[in-house]
């Protein structure tokens, strides 16, 4: 699993991106971030900031290209996302896309050779 983190008008956001096993998907989680434990202050450089819990996840399936990625939302409360920030997620859930569709696509021409 790895953050990224992002600063938008005084508050954090983090996107985690991780593998679903039983979704055959990547799954890039927004969400709004949270302070890091006071014990992380010793580490030199350390983030500051770690991601809270996700209210949008989007899943990048890499198995078959033909599935289409998703977008769920996971909230109970309402969440105002700034433009940048949304912006933001989607560019790396397109980098994702674009990932997982050239890995396969090179599978499948090492396959046919």
Request: aromatic share 10%; charged share 25%; with cysteine.
């Amino acid at each position: 699993m790895s953050a990224e983190l992002r600063e938008h008008a005084g508050r954090y956001y983090a996107v985690l991106s991780f593998y679903a096993g039983p979704d055959d998907a990547w799954t890039l989680e927004l969400s709004e971030a949270v302070p890091a434990p006071a014990a992380w202050a010793e580490i030199p450089g350390g983030p500051t900031h770690t991601h809270g819990v996700g209210f949008l996840a989007a899943f990048v399936p890499d198995e078959d290209p033909t599935l289409e990625p998703t977008v769920h939302i996971h909230s109970h409360d309402e969440h105002v996302i700034p433009f940048e920030i949304m912006r933001w997620f989607m560019e790396q859930v397109t980098e994702q896309v674009e990932r997982c569709r050239d890995v396969y696509a090179q599978e499948n021409r090492e396959a046919v050779e």
